[in-house]
T-cell receptor, first 114, second 115 residues
Framework: AQSVTQPDIHITVSEGASLELRCNYS??????LFWYVQSPGQGLQLLLK??????LVQGIKGFEAEFKRSQSSFNLRKPSVHWSDAAEYFC????????????FGQGTELSVKP | GAVVSQHPSWVICKSGTSVKIECRSL??????MFWYRQFPKQSLMLMAT?????????EQGVEKDKFLINHASLTLSTLTVTSAHPEDSSFYIC???????????FGPGTRLLVL
């Protein structure tokens, strides 16, 4: 069965420091991969997505993610974190034969300290 | 582009009443919309997949008679929580799939509190 694991429930980084949020997936074929961000009490905003092609994907707000098939990973990175990046981050996977259904990871809560 | 709205954003109701939540894709047509439920500090749980002009497909364990879904047009899906009870209190989020991009865009969510 397809699944997504975000090993870190909560991460705290200092403002200006680099960030990497981990995401591992289990899927039989090449997945469609997504990162979403959720601010408290809000819906989800798409940061970036990977379908095929270049394995390093650029997203909004200075985020990027790298698809590594050998490691079944799709980690999210940002070189310098801003206080406004504090939020909940969700990794998700979809299959091209799953009717568009997304399978979400448990989420990683990011705190940013000044 | 790819904006999804939900209405209302907040609703408080008495136990036993029904509540309707609307989900609209504002600048694109969505053949498929999804309804999720999210508990505090948890991930999103898919409740059902809504296809325009046909019956919704519910996930295992979701009562279709409890959570009525209607997708009457390519820009509107509604979720009605019938005979709501306190345990139905939750954050409900919809998404709409922008077909050409094969990507779901999410609404801002509706917080339901049943007293």
């Amino acid at each position: 069965a397809q699944s997504v694991t975000q090993p870190d429930i909560h991460i705290t980084v200092s403002e200006g420091a680099s960030l990497e949020l981990r995401c591992n997936y289990s899927y039989g074929a090449t997945p469609y991969l997504f990162w979403y961000v959720q601010s408290p009490g809000q819906g989800l905003q798409l940061l970036l997505k990977y379908f095929s092609g270049d394995t390093l994907v650029q997203g909004i707000k200075g985020f990027e993610a790298e698809f590594k098939r050998s490691q079944s990973s799709f980690n999210l990175r940002k070189p310098s974190v801003h206080w406004s990046d504090a939020a909940e981050y969700f990794c998700a996977v979809a299959g091209n034969n799953q009717g568009g259904k997304l399978i979400f990871g448990q989420g990683t809560e990011l705190s940013v300290k000044p | 582009g790819a904006v999804v709205s939900q209405h209302p954003s907040w609703v408080i109701c008495k136990s036993g009443t029904s509540v309707k939540i609307e989900c609209r894709s504002l600048d694109f047509q969505a053949t498929t919309m999804f309804w999720y439920r999210q508990f505090p500090k948890q991930s999103l749980m898919l409740m059902a997949t809504s296809n325009e002009g046909s019956k919704a497909t519910y996930e295992q364990g979701v009562e279709k008679d409890k959570f009525l879904i209607n997708h009457a047009s390519l820009t509107l899906s509604t979720l009605t929580v019938t005979s709501a009870h306190p345990e139905d209190s939750s954050f409900y989020i919809c998404s709409a799939e922008e077909t050409t991009r094969e990507t779901q865009y999410f609404g801002p969510g509706t917080r339901l509190l049943v007293l």
